[in-house]
């Protein structure tokens, strides 16, 4: 079992910037790749962005491209949401998730979830 423990939602003006973290223990895959997703209220949850194991290469929802940055930290199990340039429309809870495959935007890949974090932007 992967536990995932998101952290660093808040509230936010429209502009503002926040980092979320996402805290993995438990069981770990030696390079797993690990992913962001958000969920809005009455919306889908949607791919926002992911990292691959060794941390190389990354891919962006483009609604999020240009402001958002995904990064981990290999030694501490944690991966990071950069979020500048926030918008209203990005408020939503904000889930990690880790998958045993490559990285990928495809929710059904991804094993292990955390239980999410809110972010709130103000306009």
């Known amino acids: 079992q992967v536990q995932l423990v998101e952290s660093g939602g808040g509230l936010v003006q429209a502009g503002g910037s926040l980092r979320l973290s996402c805290a993995a223990s438990g069981r770990t895959f030696p390079r797993y790749a690990l992913g962001w997703f958000r969920q809005a209220p009455g919306n889908e949850r949607e791919f926002v962005a992911a990292?691959?194991?060794?941390?190389?290469?990354?891919i962006y929802a483009d609604s999020v491209k240009g402001r958002f940055t995904i990064s981990r930290d290999i030694a501490k199990n944690t991966v990071y949401l950069q979020m500048n340039r926030l918008k209203s429309e990005d408020t939503a809870v904000y889930y990690c998730?880790?998958?045993?495959?490559?990285?990928?935007?495809?929710?059904?890949?991804?094993?292990?979830w955390g239980q999410g974090t809110q972010v709130t932007v103000s306009s």
């Open positions: 998730a880790v998958t045993d495959r490559v990285m990928t935007t495809r929710q059904e890949i991804y094993n292990y």
């Open positions: 990292i691959s194991g060794s941390g190389g290469s990354t």
